[in-house]
């Protein structure tokens, strides 16, 4: 008899959500007006690909996913003997929560973070801030990932 045996690895692929997720309202607490952060349109876009319809009417959603804050930054965490920063943390980090329609709490406000290292190299300042932008946008993306894959083990 053959036995199949593996490690647990999925690709990322359709995420398996609560059906209350159906209908998603994802509210920012920025001020009226103001765009979303990073993580916010990641969110939105990731639950979209995964079968979520987003509505921009709270009325109208099963589920609205509050996100209560969201920071970057960075902070040196190593300098030359000139004081030239030569290595940086970059962090992200977001507070949020997760209610239904009715008013139950499907997730209490948590707070989820990641940080990534960055060399700086003044011969490359464009670079620099290039690549600053694009672990501040993966960043995002995995954070996005981390609260999709919690709303995922969640049972209402």
């Not at 979303?36 to 109208?60: E, F, H, Y």
């Not at 940080?115 to 996005?144: H, K």
Request: charged share 20%; aromatic share 6%.
């Amino acid at each position: 008899m053959p036995w199949l045996v593996g490690c647990g690895f999925q690709l990322r692929g359709q995420a398996q959500l609560p059906p209350e997720m159906a209908v998603t309202y994802v509210q920012t607490q920025q001020g009226i007006g103001m765009p979303p952060g990073a993580l916010s349109r990641k969110l939105q876009s990731l639950l979209a690909s995964n079968s979520v319809t987003i509505t921009r009417d709270p009325s109208r959603a099963t589920a609205i996913i509050t996100i209560l804050s969201e920071d970057s930054g960075r902070r040196t965490v190593a300098a030359d003997r000139f004081d030239i920063k030569r290595e940086y943390v970059l962090a992200y980090s977001v507070t949020y929560d997760v209610r239904l329609a009715g008013g139950k709490t499907l997730l209490p406000a948590e707070g989820i973070s990641t940080s990534r290292a960055l060399l700086f190299d003044e011969n490359r300042v464009l670079g620099f801030e290039n690549a600053q932008e694009s672990l501040v946008d993966s960043m995002a993306e995995d954070l996005a990932w981390q609260i999709l894959r919690r709303l995922q083990a969640v049972k209402s």
